[in-house]
Protein backbone atom coordinates (compact mmCIF):
# COMPACT_ATOMS: atom_id res chain seq x y z
CA UNK A 1 0.00 0.00 0.00
CA UNK A 2 1.34 3.60 -0.74
CA UNK A 3 -0.19 6.47 0.86
CA UNK A 4 0.87 9.63 -0.47
CA UNK A 5 -0.77 13.48 -0.37
CA UNK A 6 -3.70 13.76 -3.03
CA UNK A 7 -2.72 14.87 -6.67
CA UNK A 8 -4.21 17.11 -8.50
CA UNK A 9 -5.31 14.60 -10.98
CA UNK A 10 -6.76 12.66 -8.05
CA UNK A 11 -8.42 14.98 -6.97
CA UNK A 12 -10.11 15.28 -10.89
CA UNK A 13 -10.78 11.27 -10.76
CA UNK A 14 -12.57 11.72 -7.22
CA UNK A 15 -14.64 14.04 -8.22
CA UNK A 16 -15.13 12.07 -11.70
CA UNK A 17 -16.19 9.05 -9.44
CA UNK A 18 -18.45 10.73 -7.19
CA UNK A 19 -20.30 12.24 -10.00
CA UNK A 20 -24.31 11.87 -8.61
CA UNK A 21 -22.82 12.72 -4.95
CA UNK A 22 -22.10 16.73 -5.00
CA UNK A 23 -21.83 17.07 -1.06
CA UNK A 24 -18.95 14.54 -1.71
CA UNK A 25 -17.74 16.11 -4.61
CA UNK A 26 -17.30 19.14 -2.68
CA UNK A 27 -15.77 17.47 0.39
CA UNK A 28 -12.85 16.28 -1.93
CA UNK A 29 -12.81 19.69 -3.61
CA UNK A 30 -12.33 21.33 -0.09
CA UNK A 31 -10.05 19.14 0.85
CA UNK A 32 -7.72 19.75 -2.42
CA UNK A 33 -8.22 23.52 -0.92
CA UNK A 34 -6.82 22.86 2.02
CA UNK A 35 -4.16 21.32 0.82
CA UNK A 36 -3.33 23.99 -1.41
CA UNK A 37 -3.30 26.85 1.21
CA UNK A 38 -0.79 24.80 2.92
CA UNK A 39 -2.92 24.35 6.28
CA UNK A 40 -3.23 20.55 5.67
CA UNK A 41 -2.42 17.41 3.56
CA UNK A 42 -5.05 15.35 1.92
CA UNK A 43 -3.30 11.45 2.27
CA UNK A 44 -4.68 9.47 -0.41
CA UNK A 45 -3.77 5.62 0.08
CA UNK A 46 -3.72 3.25 -2.79
CA UNK A 47 -3.36 -0.10 -3.47
CA UNK A 48 -2.80 -1.64 -6.91
CA UNK A 49 -3.21 2.32 -8.43
CA UNK A 50 -6.58 2.02 -6.74
CA UNK A 51 -7.60 4.30 -4.08
CA UNK A 52 -8.79 2.52 -0.86
CA UNK A 53 -8.54 5.24 1.40
CA UNK A 54 -8.29 9.48 2.46
CA UNK A 55 -7.80 11.43 5.60
CA UNK A 56 -6.75 14.96 5.87
CA UNK A 57 -3.77 16.12 8.52
CA UNK A 58 -4.63 19.45 9.64
CA UNK A 59 -1.28 21.28 10.29
CA UNK A 60 -3.54 22.53 13.80
CA UNK A 61 -6.77 21.42 15.50
CA UNK A 62 -9.73 23.43 14.02
CA UNK A 63 -11.37 22.97 17.65
CA UNK A 64 -10.66 26.27 19.52
CA UNK A 65 -10.86 24.07 23.34
CA UNK A 66 -8.11 22.14 22.43
CA UNK A 67 -5.30 23.55 23.99
CA UNK A 68 -2.40 21.20 23.20
CA UNK A 69 -2.41 22.46 19.88
CA UNK A 70 -1.84 19.10 17.97
CA UNK A 71 -1.61 18.41 14.05
CA UNK A 72 -4.95 16.79 13.50
CA UNK A 73 -6.49 14.05 11.66
CA UNK A 74 -9.93 14.54 10.05
CA UNK A 75 -12.08 12.64 8.04
CA UNK A 76 -10.55 9.01 8.36
CA UNK A 77 -12.00 7.12 5.84
CA UNK A 78 -11.06 3.46 5.00
CA UNK A 79 -12.93 2.29 2.04
CA UNK A 80 -12.30 -1.30 2.39
CA UNK A 81 -12.78 -2.14 6.05
CA UNK A 82 -10.13 -4.87 8.66
CA UNK A 83 -7.50 -4.57 5.83
CA UNK A 84 -5.26 -2.11 7.64
CA UNK A 85 -5.82 0.80 5.77
CA UNK A 86 -6.98 2.64 8.57
CA UNK A 87 -3.98 2.21 10.50
CA UNK A 88 -1.76 2.37 7.51
CA UNK A 89 -3.37 5.83 7.23
CA UNK A 90 -2.87 6.94 11.14
CA UNK A 91 0.64 6.18 10.99
CA UNK A 92 1.27 7.91 7.56
CA UNK A 93 -0.50 11.08 9.58
CA UNK A 94 1.64 10.55 12.41
CA UNK A 95 4.70 10.82 10.82
CA UNK A 96 4.08 13.67 8.50
CA UNK A 97 2.98 15.27 11.75
CA UNK A 98 6.43 14.43 13.43
CA UNK A 99 7.90 15.80 10.06
CA UNK A 100 5.94 18.73 10.61
CA UNK A 101 7.98 19.29 14.42
CA UNK A 102 4.38 18.81 15.81
CA UNK A 103 4.25 17.40 19.21
CA UNK A 104 1.00 16.16 19.63
CA UNK A 105 -1.75 14.53 17.26
CA UNK A 106 -5.55 14.61 17.82
CA UNK A 107 -8.61 13.84 16.64
CA UNK A 108 -12.42 13.41 17.39
CA UNK A 109 -14.02 10.43 17.43
CA UNK A 110 -18.28 10.20 18.37
CA UNK A 111 -18.73 8.13 20.96
CA UNK A 112 -21.08 5.34 19.02
CA UNK A 113 -17.89 4.97 16.56
CA UNK A 114 -16.65 1.90 18.55
CA UNK A 115 -14.35 0.08 15.77
CA UNK A 116 -12.93 3.28 14.63
CA UNK A 117 -12.12 3.81 18.25
CA UNK A 118 -11.09 0.43 19.24
CA UNK A 119 -8.29 1.49 16.22
CA UNK A 120 -7.16 4.61 17.92
CA UNK A 121 -6.88 3.32 21.24
CA UNK A 122 -4.90 0.20 20.05
CA UNK A 123 -2.37 2.97 18.58
CA UNK A 124 -1.84 4.66 21.55
CA UNK A 125 -4.56 7.67 21.41
CA UNK A 126 -6.01 8.45 24.68
CA UNK A 127 -9.24 10.69 25.52
CA UNK A 128 -8.33 14.51 26.54
CA UNK A 129 -9.73 15.29 29.63
CA UNK A 130 -11.95 17.58 29.88
CA UNK A 131 -15.31 18.72 28.10
CA UNK A 132 -16.44 16.76 24.40
CA UNK A 133 -15.50 18.65 21.34
CA UNK A 134 -18.17 19.50 18.75
CA UNK A 135 -17.54 19.19 15.15
CA UNK A 136 -19.78 21.33 13.58
CA UNK A 137 -19.58 21.20 9.16
CA UNK A 138 -21.91 21.10 6.25
CA UNK A 139 -22.75 19.03 3.27
CA UNK A 140 -22.38 21.42 0.48
CA UNK A 141 -23.71 21.27 -3.36
CA UNK A 142 -20.28 21.44 -5.96
CA UNK A 143 -21.46 25.64 -5.92
CA UNK A 144 -20.91 25.85 -2.43
CA UNK A 145 -24.99 25.60 -1.46
CA UNK A 146 -25.52 24.55 2.08
CA UNK A 147 -27.43 21.32 2.41
CA UNK A 148 -27.36 19.99 5.68
CA UNK A 149 -25.38 21.42 8.77
CA UNK A 150 -23.61 19.30 11.08
CA UNK A 151 -23.07 19.61 15.23
CA UNK A 152 -21.71 16.34 15.95
CA UNK A 153 -20.59 16.25 19.94
CA UNK A 154 -17.16 14.13 19.38
CA UNK A 155 -14.73 12.97 22.48
CA UNK A 156 -11.36 14.14 21.46
CA UNK A 157 -8.41 11.85 21.83
CA UNK A 158 -4.40 12.63 22.01
CA UNK A 159 -1.26 10.93 21.50
CA UNK A 160 2.24 11.97 22.30
CA UNK A 161 4.65 12.00 18.91
Given amino acids: MDISPATRADIDRLVALLGGEPAAQHHVLARWQLQQSGDATYLLARRNGAIVGQTMLLRHSKYPEV ?38 IGLGVEPVNDGARRLYERLGYQLRPGPRVIDRWTEQDVDGTVLRAHADECDYLLKPL
Fill in 67 to 104: SEDPAEINALHAFIQHEGIGTALVLAAEALAGDWGRSW
